[in-house]
């Protein structure tokens, strides 16, 4: 177990609709990120934020919004849904914001979405 | 061409035997190099972190970096049956740019 928590574990949903994921990290960890992994397109990075503000952005659509609240979880909006976004999204959590390559990450269990 | 490019298998060995993981990738800005390890229905965890070309050591796994020919991999010694996952490599480029190979599924047959 590492720690980090994600609710739901699976979610069905429609096209056209939004969902809300809700990461919590793990206690002390300032840093959340947030990942999409699909069979064709495997694990892709899409967003961090730290201690509250954003600090990194990959591959996230502008269907897709994050925050991260005073108290440290974060969650992560996807609006507007289509069959493609249809895939495992993992939250993870490190202790600071030094960059990417400078803390480890502790991977949550992932929401499975599937969107009809 | 990928930036990254990893065999998805499955690969079967006998437990006891040594794996190669491998992975390859096209940018030359990529500093660090990570292998994650993922069983089924579990998010990722890390394995190894390396940063220069040469080996790293850690218990039954070794890293090997080859910057110069682009080329990663990881060595699992005395292979066990709990080895089975599927196994992703990262790498993280000066921008803070991360990306992953698709990975690599792996079976150890007891």
């Known amino acids: 177990d590492s720690g980090v928590t994600q609710t739901p574990k699976h979610l069905i949903t429609a096209t056209g609709q939004r969902v809300t994921l809700r990461c919590s990290p793990r206690?002390?960890?300032?840093?959340v990120y947030w990942y999409q992994q699909s069979l064709d397109q495997g694990l892709q990075f899409l967003i961090q934020?730290?201690?509250?503000?954003?600090?990194a952005k990959g591959n996230i659509l502008e269907r897709f919004s994050a925050q991260q609240f005073p108290d440290l979880h974060s969650e992560l909006n996807l609006s507007s849904l289509e069959l493609g976004d249809s895939a495992l999204y993992f939250c993870?959590?490190?202790?600071?914001?030094?960059?990417?390559?400078?803390?480890?990450?502790?991977f949550g269990p992932g929401t499975r979405l599937t969107v009809l | 061409q990928k930036e990254v490019e990893q065999d998805p298998g499955p690969l079967s060995v006998p437990e006891g035997a040594i794996v190669s993981l491998n992975c390859t990738y096209s940018?030359?800005?990529?500093?660090?190099f990570m292998w994650y390890r993922q069983y089924s229905r579990k998010g990722p965890e890390l394995l190894m972190y390396?940063?220069?070309?040469g080996n790293k050591e850690d218990g039954r796994f070794t890293a090997q970096v080859d910057k110069s020919s682009k080329y990663i991999s990881l060595f699992i010694r005395d292979s066990q049956p709990s080895d089975s996952a599927t196994y992703l490599c990262a790498m993280i480029s000066r921008d803070d740019k991360i990306i992953f190979g698709k990975g690599t599924r792996l079976h150890i047959l007891p």
């Open positions: 993870a959590s490190s202790l600071t914001s030094r960059g990417l390559a400078a803390d480890t990450q502790y």
């Open positions: 206690s002390g960890d300032l840093s």
């Open positions: 934020y730290y201690n509250g503000e954003e600090r």
């Open positions: 390396t940063y220069s070309s």
């Open positions: 940018n030359s800005a990529f500093q660090y």
